[in-house]
């Protein structure tokens, strides 16, 4: 006890060094919003589009995810399914909101994204990379592994 009586400037110094030491076991990117599971179902048909599905999970804080972009793909438009009477039919997003430690599922017959201009080396088992970027300025780097259009993606998963 004589040592902080006698030096009460070290209290805050030895707090703040414990605090550190406990951010710096954080994992990286610890709060960001987190993509899962993507995969890509290809086209049955030579160059028409592709469906890509993944969850994604908000972090500390509300986010939006504003799209997605690869480089072996020329566009992606992120849309989800509705009914319209009878028939379901595909609205196109402007964004997605993420609310904070939330988790949304992108999956067939739901909200997906469309991938259109797919390169044609792109086969069943290629890796497609994907960089997803948020109204916060997260971007994460994912690679989706691709299925046939008549291939299982039940164990596709990371």
């Known amino acids: 006890m004589l040592f902080y009586t006698e030096f009460p400037m070290h209290r805050p110094i030895v707090a703040a060094l414990a605090l550190l030491a406990l951010t710096a076991c954080q994992p990286k990117g610890a ?14 048909v030579p160059g028409g589009p592709a469906g890509a599905y993944f969850t994604l999970t908000g972090g500390t804080k509300n986010d939006r995810l504003l799209r997605i972009d690869s480089a072996v793909v020329n566009k992606i438009e992120l849309h989800e399914s509705v009914m319209n009477g009878d028939v379901m039919t595909m609205r196109s997003l402007a964004d997605v909101p993420l609310p904070a430690r939330a988790s949304i599922a992108f999956a067939p017959g739901g909200s997906h994204a469309m991938l259109f201009g797919v390169d044609p080396r792109i086969t069943p088992g290629t890796g497609v990379p994907m960089l997803f970027t948020f109204a916060s300025g997260t971007k994460i780097e994912v690679e989706a592994k691709s299925a046939g259009a008549g291939d299982d993606m039940d164990g596709m998963h990371h």
Do not use: E, M
């Open 31 to 44: 709060g960001q919003p987190t993509v899962k599971d993507a995969r890509v179902r290809l086209s049955a």
